[in-house]
T-cell receptor, first 111, second 116 residues
Framework: EDKVVQSPLSLVVHEGDTVTLNCSYE??????LLWYKQEKKAPTFLFML????IEKKSGRLSSILDKKELFSILNITATQTGDSAIYLC???????????FGTGTRLQVTL | NAGVTQTPKFQVLKTGQSMTLQCAQD?????MSWYRQDPGMGLRLIHY???????DQGEVPNGYNVSRSTTEDFPLRLLSAAPSQTSVYFC???????????????FGAGSRLTVL
């Protein structure tokens, strides 16, 4: 059975802090790892990683994948209150676009 | 461009009632899927489809039926609602294929279902 584990489950930080969210996985036929941000409604896509060691970056957010150790991290620097959300990690397997999701990390950024 | 449209947004049912959650996408995506989201459980796959006429079970299919008669539509049917089916349901779609972008799901806004 495919498994995706995220840590920590929740996190409270002050505005301006840097946070690191973790995602480890055990799946068969790995194809890609994706990060999503979920605020009040639907998850929105952040990054997709398929190759080890190549950092994806978008503004203050960045992510990297280690396919040997089977994990990924999502970094957020200089956090803002608008970063408060649930961050979901998902792993795609096979050719059917199926994603297995972790339980998510709930991030709260306070003033 | 509407993307993925789900209806209704909210629904309250009594135990034993049946209903259909509608999902439509206008991106010509071959792959469509239904997830449910419960506190502490993340998103769990109910059913999915890789094209018209083809459906398959996900992780938690019991109590749900799907069909895919067109590329655009993928309704989810609750046959006899139970309180355990109280959840937020998301429909999602993507392209298919072996290139890396095929795994990027686009989600609908969600349907919150309460079963009393």
């Amino acid at each position: 059975e495919d498994k995706v584990v995220q840590s920590p489950l929740s996190l409270v930080v002050h505005e301006g802090d840097t946070v690191t969210l973790n995602c480890s996985y055990e799946v068969t036929n790995f194809r890609s790892l994706l990060w999503y941000k979920q605020e009040k409604k639907a998850p929105t896509f952040l990054f997709m990683l398929t190759s080890s060691g190549i950092e994806k970056k978008s503004g203050r957010l960045s992510s990297i994948l280690d396919k040997k150790e089977l994990f990924s991290i999502l970094n957020i620097t200089a956090t803002q209150t608008g970063d408060s959300a649930i961050y979901l990690c998902a792993v795609g397997t096979g050719t059917a676009s199926k994603l297995t999701f972790g339980t998510g990390t709930r991030l709260q950024v306070t003033l | 461009n509407a993307g993925v449209t789900q209806t209704p947004k909210f629904q309250v049912l009594k135990t034993g009632q049946s209903m259909t959650l509608q999902c439509a996408q206008d991106m010509n995506h071959e792959y469509m899927s239904w997830y449910r989201q419960d506190p502490g459980m993340g998103l769990r796959l109910i059913h999915y489809s890789v094209g018209a006429g083809i459906t398959d079970q996900g992780e938690v299919p019991n109590g749900y039926n799907v069909s895919r008669s067109t590329t655009e539509d993928f309704p989810l049917r609750l046959l006899s609602a139970a309180p355990s089916q109280t959840s937020v349901y998301f429909c999602a779609s993507s392209e298919t294929g072996i290139y890396s972008g095929a795994n990027v799901l686009t989600f609908g806004a969600g349907s919150r279902l309460t079963v009393l």
